[in-house]
């Protein structure tokens, strides 16, 4: 009963509006609800995260605190993505180095970005054997479990009402086929009940989050994965609360997206729990990347409880994996054939790039870049990039900030609409570009105390 409860508060909070707007088959609405960050209504469609909305799920991203000054990554971030989960900053290593004393500062920072964009929020994560502090394991039984539990309560409570689900317990399984726990203090001094302890510790602490377990190499069926469920099974047997499990979903050659990955969601689904895609990351380049990142959206579509998927960072070069171009977004904040995959998968058109499909369409991608900064002003840069065919013309929208302006441009043709804060750049005569070929517009904006990138939205071709 009580569990139930708690699962329909949260959903009254975060679904409801989505399913509201979209009777209404308004998606524009979902920004006043305070649910979504979209780029504007026009653009609802042509992001990840408008169109993911659009189909009552949210589209996130991992982010790092110390990227959020970066103007390209936080206009990426608030244009394309409704949800954010921090990387690191929530980690038990990040808040609680020290026994009970407690530093939220860098967390703090991407919950206000989130929040300023009205964007959901993972808590990432609370119990994990990984970046723990040293104290935590010099602990005895009973010292640990007092640690844990008020680790859970005092993390949970600073972030009461913000957090849409956590990640209660990560990661607390072996690799390999045994399917047995995974070493570490928790599960070597408490025993296996620490999970149990956990969520219940979790559930008392915020009654309408999200409870969530979380792991890897758990995303097709396999011994792990089968063990995790009997552990979900059992907790919703006995009453002990979980509401959602975490598929991480970090593929390489080595771990390929399994065959039976939309049927293994389904059979946790079947569990009642909702599923969630939550460290999405995909090695490879072009069309075959693009196709496994397609498989796995389309995945997520099909199995009515997956609530939402979040890719792990946004450009490649800021991947955990250091070599590797597993993400979206290129190193320069290009959209890859991978993006336009998902965006496509999602239902949402325009999104620019070229989807490795190989079906020749004419298509385009933007993007944006600061190129100088005055005393009251910086000029902004655009470079329009043709995809794998050539293009005779492209539009690229242009999204002010409220308190800016701008009082020039150069290599484009403007229009205005009439709040006269977005702009439709045009060529200037000839738009013609060869496939791969790029051209660039600029604008000088009048910040007027916000320095923020303005939202670019993306290209269209003709
Ligand atoms: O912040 C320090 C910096 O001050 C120091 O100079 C530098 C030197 O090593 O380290 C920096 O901390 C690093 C931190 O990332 C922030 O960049 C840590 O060393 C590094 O270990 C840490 O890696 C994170 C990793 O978890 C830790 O296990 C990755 O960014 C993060 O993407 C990764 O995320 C995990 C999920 O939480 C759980 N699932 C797997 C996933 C990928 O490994």
């Given at each position: 009963m009580v569990i139930d409860s708690c699962q329909e508060r949260a959903e009254r909070r975060f679904r409801l509006p989505v399913r509201r707007a979209l009777s209404l088959g308004v998606v524009g609405l979902l920004t006043a609800a305070g649910v979504l960050?979209?780029?504007?209504?026009?653009?609802?469609?042509?992001?990840?995260?408008?169109?993911?909305?659009?189909?009552?799920?949210?589209?996130?991203?991992?982010?790092?605190?110390?990227?959020?000054?970066?103007?390209?990554?936080?206009?990426?971030?608030?244009?394309?993505?409704?949800?954010?989960?921090?990387?690191?900053?929530?980690?038990?290593?990040?808040?609680?180095?020290s026994r009970d004393s407690f530093n939220f500062s860098r967390a703090d920072q991407i919950v206000g970005h989130a929040q300023g964009k009205s964007m959901q929020i993972r808590g990432h994560t609370l119990v994990w054997h990984s970046q723990l502090p040293g104290w935590v394991g010099g602990l005895n039984a009973t010292d640990l479990r007092s640690a844990m539990n008020n680790h859970i309560t005092k993390v949970m409570q600073h972030y009461q009402g913000k957090i849409y689900a956590w990640d209660v317990v990560n990661e607390a399984f072996q690799d390999g086929n045994s399917g047995a726990r995974r070493s570490s203090p928790?599960?070597?001094?408490?025993?296996?009940?620490?999970?149990?302890?956990?969520?219940?510790?979790?559930?008392?602490?915020?009654?309408?989050?999200?409870?969530?377990?979380?792991?890897?190499?758990?995303?097709?069926?396999?011994?792990?994965?089968?063990?995790?469920?009997?552990?979900?099974?059992?907790?919703?047997?006995?009453?002990?609360?979980i509401d959602c499990v975490g598929f991480q979903s970090h593929f390489n050659s080595q771990s390929p997206v399994p065959g039976d990955y939309q049927q293994n969601l389904q059979r946790f689904a079947?569990?009642?729990?909702?599923?969630?895609?939550?460290?999405?990351?995909?090695?490879?380049?072009?069309?075959?990347?693009?196709?496994?990142?397609?498989?796995?959206?389309?995945?997520?579509?099909?199995?009515?409880?997956?609530?939402?998927?979040?890719?792990?960072?946004?450009?490649?070069?800021?991947?955990?994996?250091?070599?590797?171009?597993?993400?979206?977004?290129?190193?320069?904040?290009?959209?890859?054939?991978?993006y336009q995959a998902v965006l496509t998968a999602l239902g949402g058109t325009g999104g620019g790039g070229d989807d490795g499909g190989g079906g020749g369409g004419r298509t385009c991608t933007a993007t944006y870049s600061e190129t100088q900064r005055w005393g009251d002003r910086f000029n902004g840069q655009v470079t329009v990039r043709a995809g794998s065919s050539a293009?005779?013309?492209?539009?690229?929208?242009?999204?002010?900030?409220?308190?800016?302006?701008?009082?020039?441009?150069?290599?484009?043709?403007?229009?205005?609409?009439?709040?006269?804060?977005?702009?439709?750049?045009?060529?200037?005569?000839?738009?013609?570009?060869?496939?791969?070929?790029?051209?660039?517009?600029?604008?000088?904006?009048?910040?007027?105390?916000?320095?923020?990138?303005?939202?670019?939205?993306?290209?269209?071709?003709?």
């Open positions: 960050s979209l780029s504007g209504p026009a653009n609802a469609a042509s992001t990840l995260g408008g169109a993911a909305a659009a189909k009552g799920r949210y589209f996130g991203a991992a982010v790092a605190a110390n990227h959020l000054g970066e103007s390209q990554y936080a206009a990426t971030l608030d244009t394309e993505f409704n949800s954010v989960t921090p990387e690191n900053e929530m980690k038990w290593d990040a808040v609680e180095s928790f599960q070597d001094k408490l025993g296996n009940g620490f999970i149990e302890e956990a969520f219940r510790t979790a559930r008392a602490a915020d009654p309408n989050a999200k409870l969530c377990y979380n792991d890897y190499n758990t995303d097709g069926q396999n011994a792990k994965s089968n063990a995790v469920y009997n552990l979900v099974k059992d907790f919703k047997a006995r009453g002990v609360p079947d569990l009642g729990v909702d599923v969630q895609i939550t460290e999405l990351d995909i090695e490879g380049s072009g069309s075959a990347q693009a196709d496994n990142y397609r498989r796995v959206t389309q995945a997520c579509l099909a199995v009515s409880r997956c609530t939402g998927m979040t890719v792990w960072g946004i450009p490649d070069k800021y991947s955990w994996r250091a070599s590797g171009t597993p993400l979206l977004f290129d190193d320069n904040y290009g959209k890859k054939p991978a293009i005779s013309g492209w539009t690229v929208t242009v999204t002010l900030r409220s308190a800016q302006s701008v009082s020039t441009t150069w290599n484009g043709s403007p229009s205005w609409d009439g709040s006269g804060k977005v702009m439709t750049m045009r060529p200037n005569g000839n738009g013609n570009l060869g496939a791969g070929a790029t051209t660039s517009f600029g604008f000088t904006v009048m910040a007027n105390g916000d320095w923020s990138a303005p939202a670019v939205g993306s290209c269209t071709a003709s």
